[in-house]
């Protein structure tokens, strides 16, 4: 892990042995061992006997020559990928069904609100027989509004409709990529792998209260919480971004921008 300072995957640990552990695995207060290391970089990996526990914990180091330690986190950011120009094409079938299901729905001004897409979204994924999924909820469906609305209508319109189904698709990819069972949902640990590949960088506090926030007493996440999550995260990334004039990532916020903030996303 030569000069990496970011959370390792898990592939890390498929394809690189341990140089060192603890003898016995065993559920104990206190463990404490002794190893002869070559200088090089090391990671020290404290956990729970069981999974999906939480506790605090003290981890003391002692070295003959003097060493240096320092705790791996990521850096919080996103990736932003450029919105698709609007340039005339030819609607693909999807397409097609779409705007016939959102002009069923919305009527003349082909606009909908947040009860309204549940529906056209729902009518679309029960089409998708591999994905296991009760649909979406309505609090689901109010926060995607948010996140595309850009006139502050409570509405979106068939364009904005169709870049937010874009969004979907590509999350609906990672989420299946991560759902091997084919159960309808995903645990904690693949939730953070499945947060990285959709560009988002978070450490290790903001993916606590991600598993509290959107995971069952089981820890696992169904497919309406996954998305819920990820709108979440990209509407809070684009609100900051647009407060972080000079993108420094430091914001200055009063009391009304602070609430409109985070009602809105």
């Given at each position: ?113 947040a009860e309204e897409l549940r529906n056209v979204l729902n009518n679309v994924v029960k089409k998708h027989k591999d994905l296991k999924t009760e649909g979406f909820e309505l609090e689901s469906c109010r926060s995607m509004i948010a996140l595309m609305d850009t006139d502050g209508s409570g509405k979106i319109n068939f364009d904005e409709f169709r870049h937010l189904w874009d969004k979907i698709k590509s999350w609906q990819k990672i989420f299946k990529r991560y759902d091997t069972d084919h159960s309808g ?81």
């Open positions: 892990m030569h000069g990496t300072k970011h959370h390792l995957q898990k592939d890390f640990f498929l394809y690189n042995a341990s140089k060192a552990r603890s003898k016995t695995y065993i559920n104990m207060r206190e463990i404490s061992e002794r190893f002869r290391l070559p200088p090089s970089e090391y990671v020290v990996i404290p956990s729970t006997y069981e999974p999906h526990q939480e506790g605090e914990f003290i981890l003391r180091v002692f070295s003959e020559k003097r060493s240096l330690s320092e705790e791996v986190e990521n850096m919080i950011e996103a990736e932003r990928p450029s919105r698709p120009s609007a340039k005339a094409r030819e609607e693909t079938e999807e397409e097609k069904q779409f705007r016939n299901i959102f002009r069923q729905i919305a009527g003349d001004d082909m606009e909908i609100n949902t995903i645990n904690s640990y693949e939730m953070r792998n499945a947060v990285n590949d959709a560009g988002f960088r978070l450490n290790n506090q903001l993916y606590d209260i991600i598993t509290m926030r959107y995971a069952d007493k089981n820890m696992n996440i169904d497919f309406d919480s996954f998305i819920c999550c990820f709108v979440r995260l990209d509407a809070m990334f684009r609100a900051f971004h647009a407060f972080d004039k000079d993108g420094d990532g430091i914001i200055k916020l009063n009391v009304l921008e602070w609430l409109q903030l985070t009602m809105y996303a």
